[in-house]
């Protein structure tokens, strides 16, 4: 069995599988219908996914703010 097979069938569209109550995944480990540690697995991919999507979204944030602070180094620049 994958984790898929429950994350799926999981009742939350938007759910970490990590406390939410009446999760189909936690529901799963909690019946042993699903290995501990293939969850744990799941979890630890996820949390790298997880880094990875935040740091890429962070360089954005960064490129955008170095972006306005630029436009306002013009701007003030035009002012004199
Ligand atoms: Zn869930």
Known sequence: MHISDYSESCRF???KHIDEPGCAVLEAINNNTLDRKVYESYLKLRKEAW???????EKRKRG??????LE???KRKSNF
């Open 72 to 74: 306002e180094v013009k």
């Open 13 to 15: 569209k938007d759910c």
């Open 51 to 57: 880094h990875f999507s935040t740091s890429e979204h």
């Open 64 to 69: 955008k703010s170095f972006s306005k602070i």
